[in-house]
């Protein structure tokens, strides 16, 4: 490659990568001193229940929350410790697992949504425009796009 990288995306992408950390890192924050739960903690309860039937299969949850795969199923044993979740075989294919929101995790999660949305309010939204975020969420649509293409054509799922 011989051509020089253009600056100005190189700062927007770097940019976007210390926002997401930032962000992440206030909202966990949050979640922690306010409930006691972790981001990935409340990612999965999320992902759970928006899920038909407040379940997923272990490897389709794997692909929907903002956590490594490896580090998943240690979340998840820690997360049916507490009693938030629980492990339910597949009937279909003796090999699968389903995660599944209990009662108790779905209290978690109503109990967390209120200070985790206003986290995500003070610390992201309250700094654009409603240009910005029209902008940003056109631009952020392409780029998951493009990127489900590419995984999907590399044998890679996509989240």
Sequence with gaps: MSERPDEAKITVFGSFLRAHQQVSEVLNKNLVSERGISLPW??????????????LRLQE???R????RSGLTRLVDRMETAGL?????????????FAVLTPLGKRE???????HLRGIEENFFANLSDEDVAVL????SKVLEATKCATQSAGVEAR
């Design 61 to 63: 949850l794997a692909e």
């Design 42 to 55: 409340y990612d999965v309860l999320f992902q759970l229940s928006v899920a038909e039937g407040g379940r």
């Design 109 to 115: 999660l109503r109990r967390s949504a209120p200070g």
């Design 137 to 140: 969420g056109r631009a952020m």
């Design 65 to 68: 929350v903002l956590y490594s």
């Design 85 to 97: 979740i629980s492990r339910e075989p597949c009937a279909h294919d003796k090999r699968g697992t």
